[in-house]
Every structure is written in structure tokens, then in C-alpha cells.
């Protein structure tokens, strides 16, 4: 089982800042992927930004040139700072690690941190 603690949501205002981080404990081996999704009311969960095998990003459109993801091997975190900072990106925030099993991969979730950006 993986362990995984979310922080550094909240509340600010358009053009603001944030800094999220996800922390994972537990069996955290054979790691293929960790990132953050999003998901607003009423809307399906999205993808906001993700790193796979330790090196290749992958960002949301909507977010690119303003989030970036990053990832502290020693500290087993993940992190997602988040510049200019638009209404539309508030959502519930969510970690997921994904690890390998086999021919296949298992996912887990944090359980959430929520932002709100105000106009």
C-alpha cells in the first residue's frame, strides 16, 4: 500500500500563487508515474501535470507556461507550483501514484486539497 499526504491548497486571489505537495510513504517502489490531477464542480477529472519514469512531463494545455511539477526522490514528494492563477483552475486537487504490477499498473489517490482562485 502507498500513503499519500497532500498540502499547500487554500484560497487567492486571480494572478496569485500556490505550491502544492504530495508526500509518499509506504511501498513506494517500482514508481512509474506521479502527478496532479484536477476536478472542478460538475466537471470530469482532469489531468493537470505528471511526471512518468522520473523524467518526461506531461502538462494540461491550460496549464503550460504557468504550473510546473517537480519531484524530490529523497523526500518521495511531488510538488506543483502554480503561478498566475486563473477562476478557471479552481478545483479539487489530486495526487496519484502509479505503480507497476506486472504487466500492468495500480493507481493511488490522495484525497484531495482544495483551491479556489477568486476573480
Known amino acids: 500500500q502507498v500513503q499519500l499526504v497532500e498540502s499547500g491548497g487554500g484560497l487567492v486571489q486571480a494572478g496569485g500563487s500556490l505550491r502544492l505537495s504530495c508526500a509518499a510513504s509506504g511501498s513506494i517502489f517500482r514508481l512509474n508515474a506521479m502527478g496532479w490531477y484536477r476536478q472542478a464542480p460538475g466537471k470530469q477529472r482532469e489531468l493537470v501535470a505528471v511526471?512518468?519514469?522520473?523524467?518526461?512531463?506531461n502538462y494540461a494545455d491550460s496549464v503550460k507556461g504557468r504550473f510546473t511539477i517537480s519531484i524530490n526522490d529523497a523526500k518521495n514528494t511531488v510538488y506543483l507550483q502554480m503561478n498566475s492563477l486563473k477562476p478557471e483552475d479552481t478545483a479539487v486537487y489530486y495526487c496519484k501514484y502509479q505503480q507497476a504490477r506486472g504487466s500492468g499498473y495500480h493507481d493511488y489517490w490522495g484525497q484531495g486539497t482544495q483551491d479556489t482562485v477568486s476573480s
Open positions: 511526471v512518468t519514469s522520473g523524467v518526461s512531463t
